[in-house]
């Protein structure tokens, strides 16, 4: 046993001796298991660096908001340019105001208002004036008075008014002015009376459609047993297809019956029918339609056509159109227009058809124009012709039709407005007439119209005001039967108001300054100079 573990020792250590002679050779001895690292990051340098030196002051960029709110004008063309305000919006302002004038002129306003405004609103108003000229009977007396309401709810809107007017003046024109003439055959006196009502949707409906009817009544009388009754009633449509398009439908029909001096009726109706497709982006918009129309028992198309293109602000704006209507002509029209003519025997309508175009738009905040050209096809025009047969003396006009005339408008209009500060509004528009068939001149009608308003507020309870008119002088016939025009007028009037106390203040009224004696009629010559002033009485009637 003792050899056999000698023999296994001696073994064990040449294997040992061997294993010591390998040792030249490369060999890897395992320490440790390997673990990733990540390098050592940079430390921050928190030195301070020093401040730059300031070589020069820092240029700031400021972005001011405009703070005028005085938004540009956009305006209607050849309209005024006044401040747009809704008609159901007013602070329950009431005024009187009375005065006196030098030609024997006295005066009363007043006007009340009575509701919130908002639901319900009712407008009172009253007028009475009357002036005696140096001319003998060359006086006239006026009165007018009208109520105006509405009530809304969340759905409709009813509306209406009740008006009454009275109007006297005498046939003065006669030549020469010594002739004798019974005072009945001089008075003219005209009364009228006005009703209208509608109805209109205030919100959406279930079909999507907006709908606005009204209703006309018209009771017209003269001191001559004339009696003219009217009746007129519009009902518009319009639906909105999508955000471009839209699709309007009107109807209107128009009924007067005149029953002259003759005991004779004379009878006359205009009835159309409207379809318009509209279509309107920020840019562009056009009205494309046809508009047949029955003048009495007469047919005829007319074309509603109408287009505009400018700039998205509407600062510049091109538009044009092709439109035409059939006006109803009434006993009324013709007395509002000229008041010593002769009661009509019979009445008619006109048909006109235009052709127009034009710009309009606004230069900055306060400026704003337009200007337009049209071309106009006149069919059946009235035409006031003074009458100067040995029982007329000239005093009297009588309506005439022409059967076809064309008549060129060329019109423009600027405006200047600061807030309630100053505004300016001038306009002007020059008719040219040719082509008649029946007339050898446009009797009555002014070649030539320009008119001008300014409005200063020159203190803190000063208003200064100044209005202009021109006229170009229309064509008449002279005694012997000559075509003859008269002199171009042009007329100015002054006024003032001050406030003296809370409510209370004065004012003054210049009219014609120039002491201009123009006729607007032949043989009719206006008042000259003449003045009248007062007091006015503002109040509220907010509790």
């Known amino acids: ?35 990733p690292k990540l390098k050592g990051l940079n ?10 030196p300031e070589g020069e002051k820092p240029k700031l960029q400021y972005n001011i908001p405009n703070q005028n709110l005085e938004f ?28 006196y004038g030098n030609l024997n002129t006295p005066f009363a306003q007043a006007g009340l208002s009575f509701g919130d405004g908002k639901t319900s609103g009712l407008n009172i108003y009253g ?54 003439i019974p005072l009945d055959s001089l008075h003219q006196e005209f009364q009228t009376f006005k009703i209208r009502t509608g109805i209109r949707n205030v919100s959406a409906n279930a079909l999507g459609i907006d709908y606005s009817p009204e209703l006309k009544i018209d009771l017209f009388a003269d001191n001559h047993k004339a009696i003219e009754r009217s009746f007129a009633i519009g009902l518009p449509f319009s639906k909105k297809i999508n955000d471009a398009f839209a699709a309007k439908l009107a109807f209107g029909y128009d009924y007067t019956v005149l029953k002259a001096t003759n005991q004779n009726n004379s009878k006359t109706a205009v009835l159309y029918i409207q379809p318009v497709v509209q279509y309107k982006s920020p840019t562009f918009s056009v009205d494309a339609g046809i508009r047949p129309s029955w003048d009495n028992s007469r047919f005829v198309m007319l074309p509603a056509v109408k287009a505009q293109v400018g700039t998205a602000d509407q600062r510049f704006t091109i538009l044009g159109g092709f439109e035409g ?23 008619f309508n006109t048909t006109i058809t235009e052709l127009y175009g034009g710009v309009k738009g606004s230069l900055s905040n306060h400026f704003s124009y337009s200007a337009k050209i049209g071309v106009n096809n006149v069919k059946n025009q009235p035409l006031y012709l003074n009458d100067i047969s040995p029982s007329g003396d000239g005093k009297s006009f009588q309506i005439v039709r022409e059967r076809k005339m064309n008549i060129m408008t060329l019109g ?3 405006g200047y407005n600061v807030a309630e500060q100053f505004s300016l509004l001038a306009g002007v528009t020059a008719n040219t007439f040719s082509g008649l068939k029946d007339n050898a001149k446009a009797w009555g009608l002014s070649p030539m119209e320009i008119k001008g308003s300014v409005r ?8 200064i005001k100044a209005d202009a008119l021109g006229l170009g002088g229309a064509h008449f016939l002279s005694k012997t039967g000559q075509v003859l025009k008269m002199k171009d007028a042009f ?31 032949n043989q009719y010559p206006v008042y000259g100079f003449n003045f009248l002033g007062g007091v006015v009485y503002s109040f509220s009637q907010k509790k």
């Open 1 to 35: 046993m003792n050899k056999v573990f000698l023999i296994l020792l001696m073994l064990l250590f040449q294997v040992y001796v061997f294993a010591q002679q390998k040792t030249d050779k490369s060999t890897v001895d395992i320490v440790s298991e390997y673990n």
């Open 43 to 52: 430390k921050i340098n928190i030195t301070a660096s020093p401040a730059a």
């Open 72 to 99: 540009a004008y956009r305006p209607g063309l050849l309209r005024p340019l006044t401040l747009a305000i809704d008609e159901h919006q007013w602070s329950n302002s009431s005024y009187i105001k009375l005065g």
């Open 127 to 180: 007028k009475y004036t009357s002036s005696e000229g140096k001319r003998q009977y060359q006086d006239y007396r006026k009165f007018d008075a009208k109520a105006a309401g509405f009530y809304k709810t969340p759905v409709l809107e009813w509306s209406g008014s009740v008006e009454a007017n009275n109007f006297k003046t005498k046939k003065y024109g006669f030549e020469p002015e010594t002739l004798t």
């Open 325 to 347: 209507r059939v006006k109803k002509n009434t006993y009324q029209y013709f007395a509002e227009t000229n008041p010593w003519l002769w009661s009509p025997d019979t009445l």
């Open 412 to 414: 423009g209009e600027v």
């Open 456 to 463: 200063y507020n020159a203190m803190k309870d000063l208003w």
């Open 491 to 521: 007329d100015i009037s002054l006024g003032a108001e001050m406030k003296v106390y809370k409510g209370l203040g004065l004012w003054l009224q210049f009219n014609n300054i120039f002491n201009q004696q123009y006729q607007r009629w």
